[in-house]
């Protein structure tokens, strides 16, 4: 089981999440919003100011993986997007990483564009706890 730590105040994140959650029909991955308490008891030895600036994942081998390398496991985990793993060649890695820091620097900015939210609702009402 591939375990995927993502932010549940991202509405961008939340519609992979959905997509996510409906191709993982065999049970192969497992979701943790990095503001949950789950988070905070089972898994102290992640960071969460580091998990919330990019993807983190625990793979099926207990290794951590960050940023697209956790992102195509996870897609992997669910038989979905194989062509992702063309970003893991060594040419397209460089590009490809670049590409994701910048989007994960401003994801906030894009859900904003993409969605009309910046952050979820509770979140922009200053009812989630703050980061």
């Not at 959905?18 to 089972?42: C, G, P, Y």
């Not at 990483?97 to 910048?102: A, E, I, P």
């Not at 989007?103 to 859900?111: E, Q, Y």
Request: charged share 25%.
């Amino acid at each position: 089981m591939v375990t995927l730590f993502y932010d549940g105040h991202c509405p961008l994140c939340m519609k992979e999440i959905a997509v996510l959650q409906r191709h993982n029909t065999a049970q192969r991955l497992k979701l943790v919003d990095i503001h949950s308490e789950e988070f905070e008891r089972l898994y102290p030895q992640i960071d969460k100011d580091a998990a919330d600036r990019l993807l983190h994942a625990i793979l099926n081998n207990g290794q951590l993986a960050t940023g697209l390398d956790a992102n195509v496991a996870v897609w992997q985990a669910v038989g979905k997007h194989k062509w992702l793993k063309a970003l893991r060649w060594p040419i397209m890695r460089w590009f490809a990483d670049r590409g994701y820091l910048l989007f994960a620097k401003h994801r906030h900015t894009l859900s904003y564009w993409l969605t009309g939210q910046e952050r979820c609702d509770a979140c922009s009402k200053d009812v989630c706890p703050p980061k």
